[in-house]
C-alpha cells in the first residue's frame, strides 16, 4: 500500500517530457506527474508537486485564495538585545569573525 499524488502544477501536464508520454502508438498523451509520498517528501510540498515550477504555477494561479487561509494584516516582531555599538580600536578589523574590535 503505498500512497500517491498527481501532481497538483497547473501546467504539469503540458510539460513535454519523455516521463509523462502515456498511451499507445496514435493515442498518446502527456500525463500529469504521479507523486510517491515516501520518507523525504511526506512532511513537504514536493508530496504534491514534482518540481519548483509546477509549486510556483499553483501559488500563483490561487495566491488570493491561499493568502486568505492565513493573512498578515500586522508586522511581526521578534525582541532582540540592544546591538553594540562597535568602535574602532586601532583600525585592527578581525577578517576571521567578521566582527570589530571592541574598546
Ligand atoms: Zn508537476
Same mark, same amino acid.
Given at each position: 500500500?503505498?500512497?500517491?499524488?498527481? #501532481? +497538483?502544477?497547473?501546467? #504539469?501536464?503540458?510539460?513535454?517530457?519523455?516521463?509523462?508520454?502515456?498511451?499507445? =502508438?496514435?493515442n498518446?498523451?502527456?500525463?500529469?506527474?504521479?507523486?510517491?509520498?515516501?520518507?523525504?517528501?511526506?512532511? +513537504?510540498?514536493? =508530496?504534491? &508537486? #514534482?518540481?519548483?515550477? #509546477?509549486?510556483?504555477? &499553483? *501559488?500563483? !494561479?490561487?495566491?488570493?485564495?491561499?493568502? !486568505? *487561509?492565513?493573512?498578515r494584516? %500586522?508586522a511581526?516582531e521578534?525582541?532582540? !538585545?540592544?546591538?553594540? !555599538? %562597535?568602535? +574602532?580600536?586601532?583600525g585592527y578589523?578581525?577578517?576571521?569573525?567578521w566582527? *570589530? %574590535?571592541?574598546?
Amino acid at each position: 500500500m503505498s500512497n500517491f499524488n498527481w #501532481c +497538483h502544477g497547473p501546467s #504539469c501536464h503540458t510539460n513535454e517530457t519523455q516521463s509523462r508520454v502515456r498511451g499507445s =502508438k496514435g493515442n498518446k498523451v502527456l500525463r500529469t506527474i504521479k507523486i510517491k509520498e515516501n520518507e523525504w517528501n511526506k512532511d +513537504h510540498a514536493f =508530496k504534491y &508537486f #514534482c518540481n519548483q515550477n #509546477c509549486l510556483y504555477g &499553483f *501559488i500563483n !494561479k490561487h495566491l488570493e485564495e491561499i493568502v !486568505k *487561509i492565513a493573512p498578515r494584516r %500586522e508586522a511581526l516582531e521578534t525582541p532582540i !538585545k540592544d546591538p553594540v !555599538k %562597535e568602535t +574602532h580600536h586601532n583600525g585592527y578589523y578581525n577578517w576571521n569573525n567578521w566582527t *570589530i %574590535e571592541k574598546k
